[in-house]
């Protein structure tokens, strides 16, 4: 059973790029969560969605930043015109949230270094 | 609000224990605990549902009071492949918060042969 897969490991970009970060959930899991990790911190909730859904985006920055979870194919965090300050890891996480239990897994995250 | 986790770091030696503590300002629906090895994803290591409620795993267990809104994770007899930072993420109860995890700071465990 294969886990939270992302692509892609390592993602570099020039200032005024788009970065495009993919994530499919396991097998099962129709809930996706997006985290943002900077250098030796902890790990800062963005988004979390279902299919075709957005249910919560409080922690997602008001500009440049979208995400999506289509009905088909893998989730993805899109950051247009990227800046300095959006260097970090990102990270997808993936839940079947069945019995209260709302377990996520983690993928291995997109490492960004904008240049 | 990020709950705060406490010790910041930890230095062991192979086979002591420790303790590692996680406290929140809200009322706190679930309590997740993980580990995270340098430039890795973080690990699933247990969810705490019920106030008072301890599990366990092997050698790691972990307890939640849930009227305190504190948790503990408690790493026994500890082995070099318990060296990796830990996090706690909270799931707060009520609300639109429902889903979204909200994690500490972390704490650092080092164990040393």
């Known amino acids: 059973n294969a886990g939270v897969m992302q692509n892609p490991r390592h993602l570099v970009r020039r200032r005024g790029q788009e970065a495009r970060l993919r994530c499919s959930p396991m097998k099962g899991h129709s809930h996706v969560y997006w985290y943002r990790q900077l250098p030796e911190e902890g790990l800062k909730f963005m988004v979390y969605?279902?299919?075709?859904?957005?249910?919560?985006e409080s922690g997602m920055p008001k500009e440049r930043f979208s995400a999506e979870f289509p009905k088909e194919g893998p989730s993805i965090l899109r950051i247009q015109q990227v800046v300095r300050g959006d260097s970090a890891a990102y990270f997808c996480?993936?839940?079947?949230?069945?019995?209260?239990?709302?377990?996520?897994?983690f993928g291995a995250g997109t490492r960004l270094s904008v240049l | 609000q990020q709950p705060v986790q406490s010790p910041q770091a930890v230095i062991l030696r192979e086979g002591e224990d420790a303790v590692i503590n996680c406290s929140s300002s809200k009322a706190l629906y679930s309590v997740h605990w993980y580990r995270q090895k340098h430039g890795e994803a973080p690990v699933f290591l247990m969810i705490?549902?019920?106030?008072?409620e301890q599990k366990g795993h092997e050698k790691i267990s972990a307890s939640f009071n849930e009227k305190k809104q504190q948790s503990s994770l408690y790493l026994t007899a500890s082995q070099l492949s318990y060296s990796g930072t830990y996090f706690c993420g909270t799931e707060n109860a009520g609300g639109t918060s429902y889903g979204k995890l909200t994690f500490g700071q972390g704490t650092i465990l080092t164990v040393h042969p």
């Open positions: 705490l549902l019920k106030g008072g």
């Open positions: 996480a993936s839940s079947r949230m069945t019995g209260g239990k709302n377990i996520q897994y």
């Open positions: 969605l279902q299919k075709e859904n957005i249910i919560d």
